[in-house]
T-cell receptor, first 115, second 111 residues
Framework: GAVVSQHPSWVICKSGTSVKIECRSL??????MFWYRQFPKQSLMLMAT?????????EQGVEKDKFLINHASLTLSTLTVTSAHPEDSSFYIC???????????FGPGTRLTVT | GDSVTQMEGPVTLSEEAFLTINCTYT??????LFWYVQYPGEGLQLLLK?????DKGSNKGFEATYRKETTSFHLEKGSVQVSDSAVYFC??????????FGAGTRLTVKP
């Protein structure tokens, strides 16, 4: 149980376009989902925390107008990278947390390459 | 704020060698502690966890004990295999807070 999926697993887009990444909890309801960014050979950096039905909370230094997060249901959160640039190329990982639980379950990640 | 410090890698071992990856933390109260493993091109998988002092987490031959007195959660395995080659992350969280990760330690096991 507690499986989290991400789609797509990898995407290549042109500079200036927008890309949407989906994060789904497949067999449980997640009131809270997290979005992380991971640069090569580095640790995970928390970008934002999203709660179902409310606005996401962004970490300091993360542009909320560039990284749009929508948590419209208890099983789906989306991250849209708007007007992507090559420096946005990275590995994006989401996680989901069960209500009233401290455990996070991680998705397999999405590799974004902006050309 | 809370933080996690891991030993720097990379770590290279021969098959069947003993593994230790050190992890220490700074936190108020009693956080929950985790070890995650990340295989190339994949997301994080929970390896083991401990939620209170003196708890020992174990899975797939890996072990780690929550040591409050030394604020440590060192990962150990008695005999590593080539398939254990991956990046290992130590992490902590307080109830319902976001998770804090260490920098990760890359392990390579050679046959």
């Amino acid at each position: 149980g507690a499986v989290v999926s991400q789609h797509p697993s990898w995407v290549i887009c042109k500079s200036g376009t927008s890309v949407k990444i989906e994060c789904r909890s497949l067999d449980f309801q997640a009131t809270t989902m997290f979005w992380y960014r991971q640069f090569p050979k580095q640790s995970l950096m928390l970008m934002a925390t999203s709660n179902e039905g409310s606005k996401a909370t962004y970490e300091q230094g993360v542009e909320k107008d560039k990284f749009l997060i929508n948590h419209a249901s208890l099983t789906l959160s989306t991250l849209t990278v708007t007007s992507a640039h090559p420096e946005d190329s990275s590995f994006y990982i989401c996680s989901a947390r069960l209500e009233s639980s401290y455990e996070q379950y991680f998705g397999p990640g999405t590799r974004l390459t902006v050309t | 704020g809370d933080s996690v410090t891991q030993m720097e890698g990379p770590v290279t071992l021969s098959e069947e060698a003993f593994l230790t990856i050190n992890c220490t933390y700074t936190a108020t109260g009693y956080p929950s502690l985790f070890w995650y493993v990340q295989y190339p091109g994949e997301g994080l998988q929970l390896l083991l966890k401990a939620t209170k002092a003196d708890d020992k987490g174990s899975n797939k031959g890996f072990e780690a004990t929550y040591r409050k007195e030394t604020t440590s959660f060192h990962l150990e395995k008695g005999s590593v295999q080539v398939s254990d080659s991956a990046v290992y992350f130590c992490a902590l969280t307080h109830q319902l807070d976001d998770m804090r990760f260490g920098a990760g330690t890359r392990l390579t096991v050679k046959p």
